[in-house]
Nanobody
Framework: HVQLVESGGGSVQAGGSLRLSCRVS????????MGWLRQAPGKEREGVAA???????IYDDSVKGRFTISKDNAKNTLYLQMNSLKPEDTAMYYC????????????RGQGTQVTVS
């Protein structure tokens, strides 16, 4: 069983930046596709960014050019750098081990709240 622990959320003004981190309990990057999902109040959970085992990256259109996903295999850590934040980015953000090619998660962390005002 994979455990994922997110950190780095918080409150920021529009135009600001945050970096989310996700510490994974064991080395999963060589086995699983990883990504970030988010869910705003009253809305369905949606995919934000994903990185596969070969390093290929995809982004949802709503965050392209503003968010960057990356990983540090040595630290078993996944990151999401979020720049030029908008109020519509406000959501609970989840780190997830994904079924490759989809936004469906095998495992998901508890989430970290991002609020943009």
């Amino acid at each position: 069983h994979v455990q994922l622990v997110e950190s780095g959320g918080g409150s920021v003004q529009a135009g600001g930046s945050l970096r989310l981190s996700c510490r994974v309990s064991r080395d999963t990057f060589s086995t699983y596709c990883m990504g970030w999902l988010r869910q705003a109040p009253g809305k369905e959970r949606e995919g934000v960014a994903a990185i596969d085992t070969d390093g290929a990256i995809i982004y949802d259109d709503s965050v392209k050019g503003r968010f960057t996903i990356s990983k540090d295999n040595a630290k078993n850590t996944l990151y999401l750098q979020m720049n030029s934040l908008k109020p519509e980015d406000t959501a609970m953000y989840y780190c997830a081990s994904l079924y490759c090619g989809t936004w469906s998660s095998r495992y998901r962390g508890q989430g970290t709240q991002v609020t943009v005002s």
